[in-house]
């Protein structure tokens, strides 16, 4: 199911990559951030801590240069990302920064979106407020005279970090 999944996000444009570790993590993250703003929507507390040693300068949504999440699953099918964003803030990170960078356990694939729905259920029922984004690949429209454009209403790029137990 990961090879599925990988062949489909690649398919609409996001960067895949394997990860064992947050030690291998970390410098492509600082890569991708090049010395600019790093911002975050809410990240398990070892993410946290990884992300907070690359900010540099203000960490506001709209002057970060990357926004780094964790995706609660993948869907095979489609290549998309279940991203559970729970203030506007964090809404706005994964909207605003040019480079999304997603982190994704390859336990959490599943082959549909009708999959999901236990998955979505259990996220409901913790209380609190939900607000859930299905993020498949970069950001694209061609409501302008059908051309296609890239970052618009999102990230310009996607990239899709996997590493088990994120």
Known sequence: MVNKFIQSAEAV?????????LD????????????????TS?????LATL?????????????????????????????SLLIDLKS????GATALAPIHAVFLDPATIVPDIYSLGERIQQLLSA??????????????TADIER???????????LHILIMEGV
């Open 127 to 140: 209380g609190d407020q939900a607000y859930f984004s299905l993020t498949t690949g970069p950001s694209r």
């Open 88 to 91: 506007a803030e964090e809404r």
């Open 147 to 157: 051309v296609l454009t890239i970052g618009v209403h999102g990230a310009k790029e």
């Open 42 to 46: 809410s990240l398990p507390p070892q």
């Open 24 to 39: 291998e993590a970390g410098p492509y993250l600082a890569s991708l951030a090049n010395g600019g703003t790093v911002t």
């Open 13 to 21: 444009g996001a960067t895949i990559k394997h990860f064992s570790g």
């Open 51 to 79: 992300c907070s040693g690359m900010a540099s300068g203000s960490a506001a949504p709209a002057d970060a240069t990357l926004c780094v999440s964790r995706a609660e699953a993948g869907i095979a099918a489609t290549g």
